[in-house]
């Protein structure tokens, strides 16, 4: 290996980590979820939520620790209308969810042409941070992001009550525990943790552009399969799907090829890792 | 207390409907400048004119068709998210061999050989999930939606490149020739052949699944799949079938748009009709022939949206929210409700379960429910 490329090799490297960040939060926000028993799919629509409406919160009130609270509160919010339909008028998760990311792609446009007067990227004046310094915050973020998610869900009481609630529902009700109070929690955990992964994306930025997403939440899903559930092992799986969008952006810069085709990849990947990555374990 | 009734399909229909309506008076109230014109623009301006009615018509044609191949789908159990990319590809698909075709062939040959072209494009994007799903296990929701997100992209790459009309400056294909377009039926407006065989379709696809042996069987295959192994009825292959044929439809859909009111693939050319289809056949509840009605609504729905775009000032995305607010209620199967004069002890209290479908966790959902 020569010089040059062994450069390129620590430029994609170093960006990576970063580019993992927003996945590592909506991964392991809906493996709360998936551990609870139900596939949360709405993770790209609660991820958008929180990108167009801590954004929006941050364009107010010039914080961007204040667009972190508008971005929770909506998704949260999502997320428990999503639970509530779902657990309480007993609808189908898989549709719910559905409906959850039309509703985020509809209602974000909606309004962005309402409030901001634009369809387009919505520029957000912030006081002025450092990349560096940015890079760091976010990265310890998602370092006790992770360590918090492992240890809440192996070692506290309610982690592993959540975790029964997937195994065994019916246990749960045995013991006195009402199942549906843990997949509500979980579902309002995967809603704010990915909100929280879509506006780190949006903050990067420092601006609103419509449909930042793209993808990233059904990414996020499949590094939840790929990590066989276990949350270290989702975190690496986030880390590798960062990897192949960060070279993929390289790429884009020095092949010439159409940026379109360089946007697909990354499904095109995820999809490849899926069929590699099943197989062990058979769904449905 | 908390109790709740369980709900008929006509009542889940009536419940999802009516909170679309309602939700999209509620947003016109308030965000209308002036909302009673937009509330006259939303729902009568679509039955106005020739041509506007003609429009909501034509609307209705691909989530017809799309719509029956999504039901087809849901019947047997497999999910197909993939319908935007599926259309997409189809259309253009069908553009391409139409305008290879339509200087060399007669004009027919290059109609039908087009709408081929599109069924098996669509066809074959969406068996390779049905394949992944019957070999591997892999969820065919998830694989269908990767790569049809992937698909929309690489059909916007090559309407930006290789097929991108020279003489135009927006990203579209060449027109095809006037001679391949399907005939109007109620001029001004583009309604056209396409709205009869959409109707042909629902009626034959009603009745192949009452009355034929591939109908019952995939009938077994959706609501009981061990049973059906049992029966040695091959699962597989009808994970794959089944797919490629909601496939086909969409493709189908996407190649008569082609050939009907738009003559040629413009870029995003699927704009949510492939998740409309998706509304559109949860709305149907299952059946064949609820899909005409659902279609139907769901078109005067856009219609109503255009209309307060033109004439108010309310941005498209409207319609994405209606049609969300009625995916979320259209499979609910109990209600909750209030009842504070009946006291009822707690350990004797039951969550009435939905019986016949499956719960929305995939979990028995029979459990009593805890109250706190």
């Keep these: 290996m020569n010089d040059q490329s062994g450069t390129i090799l620590l430029a994609i490297l170093k960006a990576a980590f970063p580019a993992s960040v927003p996945l590592l939060f909506a991964a392991l926000g809906g493996l709360f979820s998936e551990l609870s028993g139900m596939l949360n799919i709405a993770l790209e629509g609660l991820m958008g939520a929180g990108a167009f409406f801590g954004m929006a919160a941050a364009l107010v009130t010039g914080s961007r620790l204040a667009g972190l609270a508008g971005a929770l509160a909506a998704a949260g919010l999502a997320a428990w209308i999503m639970g509530t339909v779902t657990l309480r008028v007993r609808a189908n998760i898989f549709i719910t969810g559905l409906a959850l990311n039309l509703a985020v792609s509809g209602l974000t446009t909606f309004l962005s042409q309402l409030w901001f007067g634009t369809k387009a990227v919505v520029n957000v004046p912030l006081p002025p941070l450092s990349k560096q310094a940015f890079t760091a915050v976010i990265l310890a973020a998602a370092a006790?992001?992770?360590?918090?998610?492992?240890?809440?869900?192996?070692?506290?009481?309610?982690?592993?009550?959540?975790?029964?609630?997937?195994?065994?529902?019916?246990?749960?009700?045995?013991?006195?525990?009402?199942?549906?109070?843990?997949?509500?929690?979980?579902?309002?955990?995967?809603?704010?943790?990915?909100?929280?992964?879509?506006?780190?994306?949006?903050?990067?930025?420092?601006?609103?552009?419509?449909?930042?997403?793209?993808?990233?939440?059904?990414?996020?899903?499949?590094?939840?399969?790929?990590?066989?559930?276990?949350?270290?092992?989702?975190?690496?799986?986030?880390?590798?799907?960062?990897?192949?969008?960060?070279?993929?952006?390289?790429?884009?810069?020095?092949?010439?090829?159409?940026?379109?085709?360089?946007?697909?990849?990354?499904?095109?990947?995820?999809?490849?890792?899926?069929?590699?990555?099943?197989?062990?374990?058979?769904?449905? | 207390m908390r109790r709740s009734v369980d709900l008929t399909p006509g009542q889940r229909v009536a419940l999802a409907a009516g909170t679309a309506m309602l939700l999209a008076s509620t947003v016109l109230i308030v965000a209308a400048p002036q909302p009673v014109p937009a509330l006259v623009q939303f729902f009568l301006k679509p039955f106005s004119s020739r041509l506007a009615f003609g429009s909501m018509l034509q609307g209705a044609v691909p989530l017809m068709i799309a719509g029956i191949g999504v039901l087809l789908a849901f019947k047997s159990s497999n999910f197909n998210l993939g319908g935007e990319g599926q259309i997409y590809a189809g259309a253009l698909a069908a553009c391409v061999t139409?305008?290879?075709?339509?200087?060399?062939?007669?004009?027919?040959?290059?109609?039908?050989?087009?709408?081929?072209?599109?069924?098996?494009?669509?066809?074959?994007?969406?068996?390779?999930?049905?394949?992944?799903?019957?070999?591997?296990?892999?969820?065919?929701?998830?694989?269908?939606?990767?790569?049809?997100?992937?698909?929309?992209?690489?059909?916007?790459?090559?309407?930006?490149?290789?097929?991108?009309?020279?003489?135009?400056?927006?990203?579209?294909?060449?027109?095809?020739?006037?001679?391949?377009?399907?005939?109007?039926?109620?001029?001004?407006?583009?309604?056209?052949?396409?709205?009869?065989?959409?109707?042909?379709?629902?009626?034959?696809?009603?009745?192949?699944?009452?009355?034929?042996?591939?109908?019952?069987?995939?009938?077994?295959?959706?609501?009981?799949?061990?049973?059906?192994?049992?029966?040695?009825?091959?699962?597989?292959?009808?994970?794959?079938?089944?797919?490629?044929?909601?496939?086909?439809?969409?493709?189908?859909?996407?190649?008569?748009?082609?050939?009907?009111?738009?003559?040629?693939?413009?870029?995003?050319?699927?704009?949510?009709?492939?998740?409309?289809?998706?509304?559109?056949?949860?709305?149907?509840?299952?059946?064949?022939?609820?899909?005409?009605?659902?279609?139907?609504?769901?078109?005067?729905?856009?219609?109503?949206?255009?209309?307060?775009?033109i004439g108010s000032g309310i941005p498209s995305e409207f319609i994405a929210i209606l049609q969300a607010a009625a995916m979320f209620l259209v499979t609910a199967s109990s209600l909750p409700i209030m009842r504070r004069h009946r006291k009822i002890p707690a350990s004797g209290v039951e969550t009435p379960a939905a019986p016949q479908e499956p719960d929305s966790t995939g979990q028995a959902s029979s459990e009593p429910g805890v109250t706190p």
């Excluded at chain 2, 591997?136 to 290789?162: H, K, N, Q, Y």
């Excluded at chain 2, 797919?243 to 995003?268: D, F, I, K, N, T």
Aim: charged content about 10%.
């Design chain 1, 144 to 284: 006790a992001w992770i360590c918090c998610s492992a240890l809440v869900l192996h070692g506290t009481t309610f982690g592993i009550r959540l975790r029964a609630t997937g195994m065994n529902p019916t246990a749960m009700t045995a013991l006195g525990h009402d199942p549906d109070r843990y997949r509500l929690a979980a579902l309002l955990i995967s809603g704010m943790a990915s909100a929280a992964g879509g506006y780190i994306l949006a903050l990067s930025v420092s601006a609103y552009v419509p449909n930042i997403v793209s993808g990233r939440g059904w990414i996020a899903l499949v590094a939840i399969y790929l990590g066989k559930r276990r949350p270290l092992a989702v975190a690496a799986s986030c880390l590798l799907f960062a990897l192949a969008e960060s070279a993929s952006n390289y790429l884009q810069g020095v092949g010439g090829m159409s940026p379109l085709i360089m946007l697909a990849l990354p499904y095109l990947v995820t999809l490849i890792s899926l069929v590699v990555g099943t197989g062990a374990r058979q769904r449905h």
């Design chain 2, 98 to 309: 139409g305008l290879a075709l339509q200087d060399a062939t007669a004009p027919l040959v290059a109609v039908l050989a087009s709408i081929a072209a599109g069924m098996l494009t669509g066809a074959l994007l969406a068996s390779i999930s049905g394949l992944l799903k019957a070999m591997r296990g892999v969820s065919e929701m998830i694989s269908s939606f990767l790569l049809s997100a992937a698909v929309v992209l690489l059909a916007d790459a090559l309407l930006t490149g290789p097929l991108q009309d020279p003489a135009s400056n927006f990203q579209t294909t060449r027109m095809l020739s006037r001679a391949l377009l399907l005939p109007r039926l109620l001029p001004p407006s583009r309604l056209d052949l396409a709205f009869p065989v959409a109707l042909l379709l629902i009626g034959a696809t009603r009745y192949l699944a009452r009355t034929s042996r591939i109908g019952f069987e995939l009938a077994i295959c959706g609501t009981n799949e061990a049973f059906a192994r049992y029966c040695g009825i091959p699962v597989e292959a009808y994970m794959v079938g089944t797919m490629a044929v909601s496939g086909a439809l969409h493709g189908l859909a996407g190649a008569l748009l082609v050939l009907g009111p738009y003559g040629r693939v413009m870029r995003g050319f699927s704009a949510g009709t492939g998740w409309s289809a998706i509304s559109v056949a949860l709305l149907a509840q299952g059946s064949e022939a609820g899909i005409l009605p659902a279609a139907l609504f769901f078109a005067w729905l856009k219609a109503g949206s255009d209309q307060v775009m």
